[in-house]
């Protein structure tokens, strides 16, 4: 075999090596912390030696920064494919139900990050200045399409577009707070999402009639 020829398989070997080692790295994190967690705990829950790990990262430090980047990946929305083919109102609806599935399916990956950020002191400014990128993208985006949708009158919400993006960005935030600590059903995202519609575009939810649940429990 050449060495063109093994070189794939390498490569291939050392990212599921990686992998393993992310992912048992997470799980420990997790359930231990920072701290409490050893570099030959994680070898052993990955099933690889110690100096592999320490050949993909060369300290505990730099292991925690990229398992809490691999949690932000799923934030990365990219609309670059599909962006051309949906006007700016269909644009904003689809990052605000992109934001609120990923809220729906990923809350307890959300907290543990959201619980690094705000007491582990090993992530220095690295994960905070990319979390604060992904949001400044995101809300450029959102501030972008909301002027435009205003230009085109589609959307009755009449503030400023950088103040509309703002209130839009707590909304969300708050909505997925809720659903992390405060025990809402996923329900309540999706009633979120019809107000949200309300009051950026002026449609009429379709809400159950008041006596609904009333009838059912008679």
Same mark, same amino acid.
């Given at each position: ?35 409490? @967690? ?84 090993? @992530? ?8 604060? @990128? ?56 999706? @009633? ?27």
């Amino acid at each position: 075999m050449t060495e063109g020829e093994s070189r794939p398989g390498a490569e291939s070997r050392a990212q599921d090596s990686r992998d393993e080692i992310l992912n048992a790295a997470t799980a420990l994190f997790a359930t231990r912390g920072f701290h409490e @967690t050893s570099m030959a705990e994680v070898a052993r829950a990955a099933r690889v030696s110690k100096a592999l790990i320490f050949w993909h990262f060369k300290n505990k430090e730099e292991l925690f920064v990229a398992v809490l980047g691999r949690l932000l990946e799923p934030y990365v929305i990219d609309f670059a494919e599909e962006a051309g083919a949906l006007d700016e109102k269909a644009q904003l609806l689809k990052l605000i139900e992109s934001y609120l599935l990923f809220v729906r399916e990923n809350a307890s990956s959300i907290r543990f990050l959201v619980a690094q950020i705000l007491h582990v002191e090993a @992530t220095n400014d690295s994960l905070s200045n990319q979390v604060l @990128t992904l949001f400044e993208g995101y809300r450029t985006l959102v501030t972008d399409l909301i002027g435009r949708a205003q230009a085109k009158g589609m959307c009755v919400c009449s503030f400023p577009p950088l103040d509309a993006a703002g209130f839009l960005l707590a909304a969300l935030n708050g909505l997925l707070l809720g659903h992390m600590f405060l025990g809402s059903r996923p329900v309540d995202l999706e @009633t979120g999402m019809k107000m949200l519609r309300q009051w950026l575009f002026g449609d009429v939810p379709e809400f159950q009639p008041a006596h609904h649940s009333a009838t059912q429990n008679k």
